[in-house]
């Protein structure tokens, strides 16, 4: 009798342990929201707003409206890159203490919150050569 309570606790544990396994992988549907406009930003097909204000006197120093993407890697710049035409612009900000940075996406994007996206662009495993 005790090694069958036993056998039943443990595969009572088991099962528990897996559903709470499989609960712990499942993000939420904001998470996957945002992934997938982060990438539709990258690939130009949000179009968003960006504002570099002084902080000190309350001005724009720069204003950029498009389908951009943004870096924010490198601590002392930022980089908004936006498509125009069949041809892309490019823009820095040198970051500074009295310097901040808004971006804001003007229309609303059609993105899935069950499904992360996943692009795949062969015309990037095929270098442009250029011959000088």
């Known amino acids: 009798m005790r090694n069958r309570f036993g056998k039943i606790v443990g595969l009572v544990m088991v099962g528990a342990m897996a559903v709470g396994g499989l609960t712990a992988c499942t993000d939420d549907d904001a998470d996957v929201v945002n992934q997938n406009i982060a990438k539709d930003a990258d690939n ?32 002392n710049r930022w980089a908004v890159t936006c498509k125009v035409g069949d041809g892309f612009k490019r823009h820095f ?40």
């Open 44 to 75: 130009f097909k949000v179009n968003r707003r960006t504002v570099f204000i002084n902080g000190i006197t309350d001005k724009y120093l720069l204003v950029v409206e498009g389908f951009c993407s943004i870096e924010t890697d490198n601590p």
């Open 93 to 132: 900000m040198g970051k500074a203490a009295n310097v901040t940075m808004i971006s804001e996406q003007i229309d609303s994007a059609n993105v899935s919150p069950n499904h992360y996206k996943v692009v795949y662009k062969p015309s990037t495993v095929i270098p442009d050569v250029e011959i000088r």
